[in-house]
């Protein structure tokens, strides 16, 4: 790894500090500018899967368009019918067979030669050379549908909380931007960008608080409290939705190496005269600590126990204004701050960069 580093250390990062400001922020933070549409993961949709793949028209089952699936209505009306089957394919999930001989007429029989075997056969001339004794049909392979890319902003829901669709108001009114935040939940709320963030692959679960509270006890709140949030004695109705996290990113990464002891991946130098803060949000696959350093090779230290051990993965030291990585490969969401906002703790939401450590 360390002469991988060496040999992409001709970047050289650390050299923005040399650049002015708002030409690393055009180049380096795109994020100030909008996210064109990205293209997705690679999925199956079996919804959408055309029943004939050698004819999107579909094949001539019948005289009706799409009775039985598949149909393209241009099979003749009356006379004799087609052969059952014909034209129609079959979706497996998963078989296997065993070798078995049949006679002439395709019943299974204990006799006869390799010819009359139901399995392919290679023959010179009259003579068979080879047989198929067994075959194995594997299952499909099933991928689920996903709702967001990684760092792509997570929109209130369109439906109320009985899952009807809203009709008359945004989903930006009738829900409040900031979730129900119940501890380790796999997305971010940021408050500078008043927005939520998917920060980490896989299924996650956001709950929805509505905007509007009720002042009187709900009927069902006894039989189901966790349906409401109450706050100072008003109920907030609640709905929890549940989203598939791509770890394909929404924009590209920007790569960093790893800096400390023996790794000599280049720092990337983050200049204060534009930036105020930098936000990294750790994940479960990301956490802001390991429970031991990463020792290269090579590496001795004059004391083995009891000495300071570096156990963080990727972190802004202030007063260097440097970002610096180590101990974990991964992907991470960065969040760019500006100047604090007056009378607020929050600050300006700058831009969100993708970090990648590979």
């Known amino acids: 790894m360390k002469d991988r580093i060496r040999a992409r250390g001709t970047l050289r990062i650390g050299r923005l500090r040399f650049?002015?400001?708002?030409?690393?922020?055009?180049?380096?933070?795109?994020?100030?500018?909008?996210?064109?549409?990205?293209?997705?993961?690679?999925e199956i949709r079996q919804d959408r899967t055309t029943v004939n793949l050698q004819s999107y028209q579909g094949v001539p089952l019948s005289s009706t368009v799409g009775n039985p699936p598949g149909?393209?209505?241009?099979?003749?009306?009356?006379?004799?019918?087609?052969?059952?089957?014909?034209?129609?394919?079959?979706?497996?999930?998963?078989?296997?067979?065993?070798?078995?001989?049949?006679?002439?007429?395709?019943?299974?029989?204990?006799?006869?030669?390799?010819?009359?075997?139901?399995?392919?056969?290679?023959?010179?001339?009259?003579?068979?050379?080879?047989?198929?004794?067994?075959?194995?049909?594997?299952?499909?392979?099933?991928?689920?549908t996903v709702s967001f890319l990684f760092g792509s902003v997570i929109g209130p829901p369109d439906t109320d909380e009985n899952g009807n669709k809203l009709a008359g108001i945004t989903s930006?009114?009738?829900?409040?931007?900031?979730?129900?935040?119940?501890?380790?939940v796999g997305y971010y709320y940021s408050p500078h960008a008043q927005l939520v963030f998917a920060v980490q692959a896989g299924p996650i679960d956001v709950t929805w608080v509505k905007a509007q509270a009720s002042l009187e006890?709900?009927?069902?709140?006894?039989?189901?409290?966790?349906?409401?949030?109450?706050?100072?004695?008003?109920?907030?109705?609640?709905?929890?939705?549940?989203?598939?996290?791509?770890?394909?990113?929404?924009?590209?990464?920007?790569?960093?190496?790893?800096t400390e002891r023996s790794f000599d991946g280049p720092f990337v130098t983050i200049p204060k005269s534009r930036i105020?803060?930098?936000?990294?949000?750790?994940?479960?696959?990301?956490?802001?600590?390991?429970?031991?350093?990463?020792?290269?090779?090579?590496?001795?230290?004059?004391i083995d126990n009891g000495?300071?051990?570096?156990?963080?993965?990727?972190?802004?030291?202030?007063?260097?204004?440097?970002?610096?990585?180590?101990?974990?490969?991964?992907?991470?969401?960065?969040e760019i701050l500006g100047d604090p906002i007056e009378g607020s703790t929050r600050r300006v939401h700058l831009g969100f960069e993708i970090t990648s450590i590979p």
């Open 19 to 42: 650049i002015d400001a708002s030409l690393l922020v055009a180049a380096w933070m795109m994020t100030l500018l909008p996210v064109a549409a990205q293209q997705g993961p690679i």
């Open 71 to 144: 149909s393209d209505g241009s099979a003749p009306s009356g006379g004799a019918a087609p052969t059952p089957g014909q034209y129609q394919g079959w979706q497996h999930y998963g078989a296997s067979s065993a070798t078995r001989l049949v006679d002439g007429n395709g019943a299974v029989t204990t006799g006869g030669g390799a010819k009359q075997n139901a399995y392919p056969t290679l023959s010179n001339g009259d003579q068979v050379v080879a047989q198929l004794q067994r075959a194995t049909v594997g299952a499909p392979f099933l991928a689920r």
């Open 172 to 184: 930006t009114s009738y829900w409040q931007r900031q979730p129900n935040d119940a501890g380790e």
């Open 217 to 258: 006890k709900p009927a069902d709140f006894d039989a189901d409290p966790s349906k409401y949030k109450v706050v100072a004695g008003s109920y907030f109705p609640l709905l929890k939705k549940r989203y598939l996290v791509s770890g394909s990113p929404v924009k590209k990464p920007r790569n960093i190496y790893w």
């Open 276 to 302: 105020g803060a930098v936000h990294f949000v750790y994940h479960k696959g990301m956490p802001e600590r390991m429970a031991k350093e990463v020792e290269g090779i090579g590496d001795s230290f004059i």
């Open 307 to 334: 000495r300071f051990e570096e156990t963080r993965t990727i972190w802004y030291e202030s007063d260097r204004n440097q970002i610096r990585a180590f101990n974990r490969e991964g992907r991470i969401f960065m």
